[in-house]
């Protein structure tokens, strides 16, 4: 199932409008409208911000997609994820995130020692 697909899909399950929905994106309602014919460009922070709104994992929206995802690495343990297909500029800002992430780890380790 396309991506857009998808998102009219849980939409309707949840029975939203694109306005509401683009309106908890806090998004124009025609930009939402574009992601549900998939003429859209999703980045990260949308996408978690879908995923919450419907209450499913973000994997399980993308998924759907046909991403394919592998959460076994090499050793075989359950720890790493490797996700395909996804475009760049999601990767870049997913990464980007997990940096600052770190940075703040970093930041509040070093305030309480």
């Known amino acids: 199932m396309e991506i857009g697909k998808r998102l009219r899909t ?3 399950e ?3 409008t694109q306005e509401k929905i683009a309106d908890l994106l806090k998004i124009p309602q025609a930009t939402y409208s574009n992601l549900e ?6 980045d990260l922070k949308v996408v978690e911000k879908i995923a919450s709104i419907y209450e499913i994992d973000v994997l399980d929206l ?3 997609d ?6 076994k690495n090499k050793k075989g343990d359950n720890n790493g994820l490797v996700i395909n297909q996804l475009s760049e500029k999601l990767i870049e800002q997913y990464e980007l995130r997990l940096k600052e992430k770190d940075e ?8 309480v020692l």
């Open 10 to 12: 849980l939409r309707a």
């Open 14 to 16: 949840k029975g939203f």
């Open 37 to 42: 014919n998939n003429k859209g460009k999703l």
């Open 62 to 64: 993308l998924k759907e």
């Open 66 to 71: 046909g991403f394919v995802f592998n959460q």
């Open 104 to 111: 703040i780890i970093a930041d509040l380790k070093s305030k």
